[in-house]
C-alpha cells in the first residue's frame, strides 16, 4: 500500500480504521526500535565497549542473572576477591593458652 491510498482511506471519518492504523503504527515502531545497528567498528573500543555494556543491561534488566554478574564486573562493582590478608600469629602465644 502507498502513501497516498493510506491518506485516502485515512480521510475517512471512520474510528475503527484510525485505530487500526494507529496499532499497526505502533508496532512498526516498536519493532524498529528492537532493531540494533549491525555496522559496528571492532576498532573503536570505547564504541564497542558502549555497545556490550547496553546489551548487557538490556539482558539484566530482563532478568538474565549471567547478564547481570557479567555487566556489574565490567562497571566494577563487585570487590576483588583476590586480595590477600595477611594476619600475623604469635604461635607461642597459641601453644600457652591450650597449656595454660
Known amino acids: ?6 491518506y485516502a482511506d485515512l480521510q475517512s471519518d471512520d474510528n ?3 485505530w487500526a492504523y494507529a496499532q499497526e503504527l505502533a508496532e512498526f515502531r516498536r519493532k524498529s526500535e528492537k532493531v540494533k ?9 570505547d564504541g564497542l565497549r558502549d555497545t556490550v ?24 562493582l563487585t570487590e576483588d576477591t583476590a586480595d590477600i590478608v595477611i594476619e600475623s600469629v604469635n604461635f607461642a602465644e597459641a601453644v ?3 597449656e595454660g
Open 1 to 6: 500500500m502507498n502513501a497516498q491510498s493510506i
Open 37 to 45: 545497528n549491525t555496522n559496528i567498528d571492532l576498532t573503536d573500543k
Open 16 to 18: 475503527k480504521k484510525l
Open 53 to 76: 555494556m547496553e546489551h548487557l543491561f538490556d539482558q539484566s534488566a530482563k532478568g538474565n542473572a549471567q547478564a547481570s554478574d557479567k555487566l556489574a564486573k565490567l562497571a566494577g
Open 96 to 98: 600457652w593458652e591450650l
